[in-house]
C-alpha cells in the first residue's frame, strides 16, 4: 500500500507490531477486529516471520490504548475511509478485564497501622 492511494470506499489499516515493526492492509468499515485478526494471520507478511503466530485468535488490536473485541467493527469506531489508520497489533490470550486498569490492590489492608496521626 506504499505510494499508492486509498480507495474512498476502504480504511488503510497501519498495523504495528511490539517489535516496530509495521504493515498496511486495506479493510472495509464493515470488518471487524476479529474478521481482521483472521486475515493478517492467513495473509501474514514474510517480513514478520520472526513474530509469526500459531493461531489467529491470540491477536488483538490495541487502538487508542484500548484493546478491541472481536465483533467491533471499523465503521462502529467511525473512521475515516479514504485514510489511514495506525493500530498496533500483539498476540494475547485474553482480553484484560475491564474493571483491571489501574485498580491494582498494593497489598496493604484496611487494617494497616502505619501512618497513624494523633
Known amino acids: 500500500m506504499t505510494g499508492g492511494s ?3 470506499d476502504k480504511i488503510n489499516l497501519r498495523l504495528i507490531l511490539v517489535s516496530g515493526k509495521t504493515k498496511d492492509f486495506l479493510f472495509s468499515t464493515n470488518d471487524s477486529a476479529g ?3 483472521q486475515h493478517v494471520y492467513e495473509n501474514w507478511p514474510p517480513e514478520w516471520d ?3 503466530v500459531n493461531s489467529p485468535h491470540i491477536l488483538r488490536l490495541i487502538y487508542q490504548g ?6 467491533v467493527t471499523l465503521g462502529a469506531l467511525q473512521l475515516s475511509t479514504g485514510k489511514t489508520t495506525v493500530m498496533h497489533l ?4 485474553n482480553l484484560p478485564e475491564p474493571n483491571s486498569q489501574g485498580q491494582t ?3 496493604k489492608t484496611e487494617e494497616s497501622n502505619c501512618c497513624v496521626i494523633l
Open 6 to 8: 486509498i480507495p474512498s
Open 35 to 37: 474478521d481482521i485478526a
Open 50 to 52: 520472526e513474530d509469526a
Open 66 to 71: 484500548r484493546f478491541l473485541h472481536s465483533n
Open 90 to 93: 500483539v498476540p494475547r490470550e
Open 105 to 107: 490492590k498494593r497489598g
